[in-house]
């Protein structure tokens, strides 16, 4: 969610919210426990981007594309489990939307820039987002209105 100043959208600043429960019920199978081992989220914005080009491409919202094993029981949101649907759905945009879309979704979820700062607050971060996933999705649109 973006929080509405007078000109517009903050893009720079989303409000994530998240609450916590105290889930008593036994660990699910292929899901660690250890919050060592659980995936990062390394930057909520891209990878928000990521979710978004991968609804867009795959035509449904993230939701109805999750396994049953990628939901809790109680329908609440979950990060670490909409990291773990979308990291799996990144195959399907390589089939589905081609290298370029499937790369630049890549890029998004798992922050994968081969930079270890993740600011967007960082030109040089911001030039790696560029090129791995402006360009790329720029690269797309170009080919498609060639068509």
Same mark, same amino acid.
């Given at each position: ?31 660690t ?19 978004? %080009?991968? !609804? %867009?491409? %795959? /035509?449904?919202?993230l ?6 094993? !990628?939901?809790?029981?109680? /329908? ?10 979308a ?9 589905? /939307? ?22 967007? !607050? ?9 090129? /791995?996933?402006?360009? %790329?999705?720029e ?9």
């Amino acid at each position: 969610m973006f929080i509405q100043a007078a000109n517009g959208p903050l893009y720079e600043q989303p409000f994530v919210s998240r609450s916590f429960s105290m889930d008593k019920s036994p660990p699910r199978p292929g899901i660690t426990s250890k919050p060592s081992m659980m995936p990062a989220i390394r930057n909520p914005v891209l990878f928000a981007l990521g979710v978004l %080009l991968i !609804e %867009l491409c %795959l /035509g449904k919202p993230l939701e109805e594309l999750k396994r049953p094993d !990628e939901r809790t029981c109680d /329908g609440s949101v979950d990060a670490v489990l909409d990291w773990v649907a979308a990291d799996r759905l990144v195959e399907d945009v390589y089939l589905e /939307g081609g290298s370029r879309c499937g790369d630049a979704v890549r890029h998004c979820v798992r922050c994968d820039f081969d930079r270890r700062g993740t600011s967007l !607050e960082d030109e040089d971060f911001q030039q790696a987002v560029y090129e /791995g996933v402006v360009s %790329l999705l720029e690269d797309d649109l170009k080919q498609f209105h060639h068509l």
